[in-house]
């Protein structure tokens, strides 16, 4: 899909032109892509990746990824605005397209956490802890055997953003996984005899319901903001550790090796797709979660939050680089996971703290819990690397879900051993 022939230069003239035409302010709000237009490039130097960027923070992109001149195959940029003729103008930016199965839509996912819960109650307990901004109830459910009164137990929460659709579909996975198993399958039945699973298949749920009926790349929350008619935050850049505090310690290149899937650290501005928020905790769904897992923070040993996409496997810090103290154990548990991913199908999943193999990113759920006594956290980086992005095909649902159940049995297994 690479335009041949552009140069940087060109491409500069494109959005030159393109902030000539279109009108003064730059963000659109009722629907965020009328007018847009889509570019796809591969910019094939670190100069012409390097004009791109400065272009992209010029002329307030709305989205913005960029990567070295090896990085992935595609890179998309919404550009604002009518009237001027670059490559793409797909049309599919403002529809919602449904290229995963129904199962994961969102009032479907519901109903199937009820079905569970009257099914199979002897292991899994639905509730609700609280409420989000425009009014649902925030479900988890309570995964394990009531087999002793004191268990340590595993945080997963999926769909954080709200256009990361194989998260969601990976909780649901998962849970679908340890039932159909949990009698054949001596791990599972440990894992679920000594542990217990806290399973949020759908965290953003008001952001995640915009995503199937409005805006199928709206990664944000849905709340309102006084000043501004642009809505959301990012509810993994609200959390209460360093929130909003844009560290922009210098690497060894401006590009980092893989392509970022968006700017770095975290945003003040309430139109940005990275925005803090007003304060931390600001979001409903962020302060329900929080308060979650401060309650059980002695009994929560690892939390995982699964995100997509990158294909990677990450631990704090993301707000700045350093490894964290524990780093020997978590890097096996991490090291192991990712080998356990690549047995099944040959993905390979990089590795490491998230700040140095992703970006560095302020106010984000893993550092939170890391910060707060839960010694294992994890963000995973579901599957691709950039081909089909967010719109991963229903396809590769089951080879996604089924490779990621390894690594997420792997870390559970390791928890139940000790570690020095
Ligand atoms: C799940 O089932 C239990 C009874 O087994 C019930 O008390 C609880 O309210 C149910 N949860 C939800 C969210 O309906
Ligand atoms: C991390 O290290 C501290 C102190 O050395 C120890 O108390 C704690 O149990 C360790 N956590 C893990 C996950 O090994
Ligand atoms: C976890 O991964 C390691 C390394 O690949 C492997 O040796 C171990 O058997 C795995 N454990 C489980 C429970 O899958
Ligand atoms: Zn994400």
Redesign the pocket.
Known sequence: MKPPGWTAAQWLLCLLFLRISGPGHCYLYNNRYAGDKVIRLVPETEGKAHVLKNVCHQFKVSSCTTGGPMAAQQHLLYLGRNGYRCPYSPKWLSNPVSLLTTSQHPVHIQNWMHHLNKTHSGLIHMFSIGKSYEGRSLFILKLGRRSRAYKRAVWIDCGIHAREWIGPAFCQWFVKEVLQTYRSDPAIRKMLNHLYFYIMPVFNVDGYHFSWTNDRFWRKTRSRNSRFRCRGVDANRNWKVKWCELLLATRGSLFPKVSPILDEGASFHPCDDTYCGPFPESEPEVKAVAHFLRKRKKHI?AYLSFHAYAQMLLYPYSYKYATI??FS??ESAAYNAVNAIHSAYGVRYRYGPASSTLYVSSGSSMDWAYKNGI??AFAFELRDTGHFGFLLPESLIKPTCTETMLAVKNITMHLLKK??
Do not use: D, E, F, L
């Open positions: 040993r103290p524990n154990c978590v010694p294992y570690c020095h």
